[in-house]
Antibody, heavy 117, light 106 residues
Framework: EVQLMVSGGGLIQPGGSLRLSCVAS????????MIWVRQAPSKGLEWVSV???????YYADSVRGRFSISRDNSMNTLHLQMNSLRVEDTGVYYC???????????WGRGTTVTVSS | SYELTQPPSLSVSPGQTATMTCSGTNLGDKYTSWYRQKPGQSPVLIIY???RRPAGIPERFSGSNSGNTATLSISGTQATDEADYYCQAWDSNNVIFGGGTKLTVL
């Protein structure tokens, strides 16, 4: 079964850091486009970052310079390092897989990040 | 930056066809995907490459894309189709989501 397990969320003060992880089973992270998407409370989906199969990394303007996407091929895991967190970074963070242009066909369950003092 | 615009809400009666739009400049030149999200759940891919359905998605769901508008249609709408629906496209190496349409089945 193809699955993505997301973890690492929690309550963090503004300015703090968190590292999210997305462990894949049934697919190889390095051979896919791996994407982080977030959703603020009662809001829509917002793209955060993508790591391509060619190792290109791209970020939304709202997180560029603060967030960093990476993968550990030996652990078949995608990471999102989030630094200088802001209140507006609060939300549920999902990881997803895509082989463009076939859509994001596999999604993890999401982990909640709450940035608050 | 590229934007996708969706109407925030749509109401239909059971059995009717729900038609949702997603607008963006020359969107027809890009591939559009559609996702359904129910409360408390992760999004689910229902249409990719404008009109293709992943395995397990009923034929009631169909899509098209031309000019500046992509369209998702749900025929024979059921109460279980109540959800938020998001369109998505790639602009260069950026993923773009529409703001979502909340479908209510009255």
């Amino acid at each position: 079964e193809v699955q993505l397990m997301v973890s690492g969320g929690g309550l963090i003060q503004p300015g703090g850091s968190l590292r999210l992880s997305c462990v894949a089973s049934g697919l190889t992270v390095s051979k896919n486009y791996m994407i982080w998407v977030r959703q603020a409370p009662s809001k829509g989906l917002e793209w955060v970052s993508v790591l391509t199969s060619e190792s290109g990394s791209y970020y939304a303007d709202s997180v560029r310079g603060r967030f960093s996407i990476s993968r550990d091929n030996s652990m078949n895991t995608l990471h999102l390092q989030m630094n200088s967190l802001r209140v507006e970074d609060t939300g549920v963070y999902y990881c997803a897989r895509e082989n463009p242009p076939h859509g994001m066909d596999v999604w993890g369950r999401g982990t909640t990040v709450t940035v608050s003092s | 930056s590229y934007e996708l615009t969706q109407p925030p809400s749509l109401s239909v009666s059971p059995g009717q066809t729900a038609t949702m739009t997603c607008s963006g400049t020359n969107l027809g030149d890009k591939y559009t995907s559609w996702y359904r999200q129910k409360p408390g759940q992760s999004p689910v891919l229902i249409i990719y490459q404008d009109f293709r359905r992943p395995a397990g998605i009923p034929e009631r769901f169909s899509g098209s894309n031309s000019g500046n508008t992509a369209t998702l249609s749900i025929s024979g709408t059921q109460a279980t189709d109540e959800a938020d629906y998001y369109c998505q496209a790639w602009d260069s190496n950026n993923v773009i989501f529409g703001g979502g349409t909340k479908l209510t089945v009255l």
